[in-house]
């Protein structure tokens, strides 16, 4: 079984997913872009029960159903939960090693900075990915 660690910034958040991911993909969407703070979501998606949390999580409802989780001491924005689908993403730069997240995907391309330059040869979608 894979093994993915990571936490925020001033560490009072850690989590670990024992489970392989079920997708791994660049969201570029303007609210994942605010909730962020950066030009995309690079996130790793998971089964709610596949992840294990310790310590303080704040959470806000950027959407009626996906809620974001963050580290209300240091601020490090870390998930993001669905609870209609049991899934929970967790962004790819909270990782301890980044370099495990391998995405396959980029969607709402639409909303894509244009000093982004996707020529990694992944699949786009200008709008949200199929289901």
Same mark, same amino acid.
């Given at each position: !079984?894979? #093994? +993915? /660690? $990571?936490?925020?910034?001033? $560490?009072?958040?850690? +989590? ?7 997708? /791994? ?5 303007? @609210?994942?872009?605010?909730? @962020?703070?950066?030009? &995309?979501?690079?996130?790793?998606? &998971? ?5 294990? @949390? #310790?310590?303080?999580?704040?959470? %806000? ?5 996906? /809620? ?9 924005? !870390? &998930? ?5 689908? $049991? %899934? ?12 495990? &997240? #391998?995405?396959? !995907? ?5 909303? #894509?900075?244009?000093?982004? !330059?996707?020529?990694? $040869?992944?699949?786009? +979608? ?6």
């Amino acid at each position: !079984m894979a #093994k +993915y /660690e $990571g936490g925020c910034l001033c $560490g009072a958040v850690r +989590y670990r997913a024992d489970a392989a991911p079920i997708n /791994e993909r660049v969201c570029h969407c303007r @609210i994942c872009q605010r909730a @962020i703070g950066a030009a &995309f979501n690079a996130r790793l998606l &998971f089964r709610i029960d596949d992840v294990s @949390i #310790k310590g303080p999580v704040a959470t %806000i409802n950027s959407t009626p159903d996906l /809620e974001r989780g963050f580290c209300p001491v240091c601020g490090t924005t !870390m &998930f993001s939960r669905r609870d209609s689908r $049991g %899934i929970l993403g967790v962004t790819s730069g909270s990782l301890d090693d980044p370099s495990l &997240f #391998k995405p396959d !995907m980029h969607f709402w391309t639409t909303s #894509k900075q244009p000093w982004v !330059m996707l020529d990694d $040869g992944l699949p786009q +979608y200008e709008g949200a990915p199929p289901a």
